[in-house]
């Protein structure tokens, strides 16, 4: 099977907003200079169409697309630090913050205070009927 008939066929199952933001990424791959880059650029699309045409995913592409023709330096930059990621809590993927971090804290809080407030309802006693 050939590539454009798998492209066909995963185009099928994509809505006609993300048909069109994957032609403007498309169209926007060629001016990227960096090789790198552009294969980057390429991979994130392909793993946006594998995924159904995720919109969301596909606008941080475009914006990434878009960076790209004017700072490859710095996008290189991330992709040697490994920090290009979809980032699913933000919906970004170029991007100067890293939540997870943070999150993870307030998980490990939550749970914290959850085992906190179980403990003190166990350790309440039963009101006292008065006779």
């Known amino acids: ?17 993300a048909a069109g933001l994957i032609q403007r990424i498309e169209s926007i791959l060629p001016t990227i200079t960096n090789d790198r880059v552009r294969q980057l650029v390429a991979v994130k699309l392909s793993t946006a169409i594998s995924e159904g045409g995720n919109e969301a995913m596909l606008r ?9 023709v004017e700072s490859s330096d710095l996008i290189e930059h991330k992709m040697d630090m490994d920090d290009l990621k979809y980032n699913i809590v933000t919906g970004e993927i170029l991007s100067e913050i890293d939540c997870i971090p943070t999150l993870d804290k307030i998980i490990e809080f939550k749970k914290q205070v959850l085992k906190s407030l ?3 309802k166990s350790n309440l006693k039963p009101p006292s009927s008065a006779i």
């Open 1 to 17: 099977m050939e590539i454009e008939e798998i492209k066909e066929i995963d185009m099928k199952h994509v809505s006609v907003a």
């Open 118 to 120: 179980s403990s003190k």
């Open 60 to 68: 941080q592409i475009l914006v990434l697309a878009v960076a790209a």
